[in-house]
């Protein structure tokens, strides 16, 4: 019985310590969220800033007003009365960007229409909420722009669209619409409301392809083959079950003429060859996600010139990736077999967030293989032209918005954090600095804070929640 009580209590102290540090990061993340936040002059100075991966400035300043970068260098002016955020043992980074995430979705029930299964006339954006608490952790994470990607129940999803994580709330929505995605693996089958076949009882609008693989890829061969013929000014031979709605066909020709991106997700290998065949086809160039065995397919990737949105990295898979072994033959060293090979790659933590959200993705890729600045470059300025928003996103330069993160250290260290993050001009996450005595008792680098010196610091925060939750139990 006394060990039960122990074991119950040091159960509840790691679980109570773990939610502290939760909430502790996601309240940073609402201070200053967008609405009544001060944008107005703020310099940011630091021991180092990443204009862009390859270039460094070393002990340099940001100035930021009106939302604005305008000034980078080793010294700005700054105006009176500009706030100064100085970190002289950080870096600055450009805001760091996911292009395959699923953030924003508030029921697993509502992230696909079920009734067709090519429905690239809708648009992800008229689901998304974007007070979702995932945005919130994102942002706290120095997560600043997403690109929300349609669920994968859909053989032919939805348009995606892509978001700023916090920051004024009339400037969230990057692009309303940009992208389809189709899906080639198990999910389309599965996922949601699981497609049937024909039962003795009658039919549903469940009762259609795809019920296998054959069936998937046979949908989504008969969408743009009755595009094709619909733009030559002809007639597919049959409209029945499986054929897109009239609704959807401008959109497929778009993909066609290469006017909307189209995106596939597959895992498995096999998946991989086959959107490879498929598109071939028709003629589509595309860009791959998820890609768990991209590892294998490296030479025809290379030769097409397919560019890879990989991740997320993970310990064990999860989730539909667990249950349907397309994720069982994962490496960890595929992103920088794919860099080293000439692939273009960008990092994803898809549905993860928080901790696992894409600094933790970046520091697994720097574990196995990759430089810090190919890292650094797969979650900035690569996602930033995959999304065709580099103008805007991704470095940081005059001109462009002020989406940027202040670390605590090298970027992607293990014990690095987002210090300061600012969307928009406004700062939506902002800890107390960690000074260079409290540094030196703390066990780990980068200036790590120990619980001796750390006054009114992080450490000493959790502590307190930690304590206030025993006190409740």
Sequence with gaps: MFRRVIIVAGVALWAAFCASSAAADVDAARTGSGQGADRGSIVLKAGKIYADPSRIIEGGEVL?????????????TAPEGARVIDRPNGTVTAGLIDANSTAGFTRRTDRAEHEFECIAHLRVIDMIDLGHRAFERLASAGVTTVYVSADSASVIGAQGAVVQTGGPSDQRVVREAYGVKATIGREPIYKGSRSRTPRRRGTTYLTRRPTTRMGLVWVFRKSFHDAQTFARGSKPGSRGAGSPVDEAIPYLQAILRGDIPLRIQARAQLDILTAIRVTDEFGIPFVLEDATDANRCVDELRERKIPVIFGPLFDYPSGLRRGGGEANRYRYSTPSVLLN??????LSANDLTGEAALPQQAMYAMRFGLTRRQALAAVTTTPAALLEIQ?????VAEGRPANLVVWSGEPFDVTTRADVVVIGGCIVKECPARSSAA??????????????????????????GVSGDLDRL
């Design 64 to 76: 930021i007003e009106d939302g604005k970068i305008v000034a980078v260098g080793k010294e700005v």
């Design 341 to 346: 090979a000439g692939v273009t790659m960008a």
């Design 391 to 395: 103008d805007i996103a991704g470095s």
């Design 439 to 464: 540094g030196k008792k703390g066990t780990g680098g980068s200036g790590d804070q120990g619980i001796e010196g750390a006054s009114d610091g992080w450490w000493k925060a959790r502590l307190r």
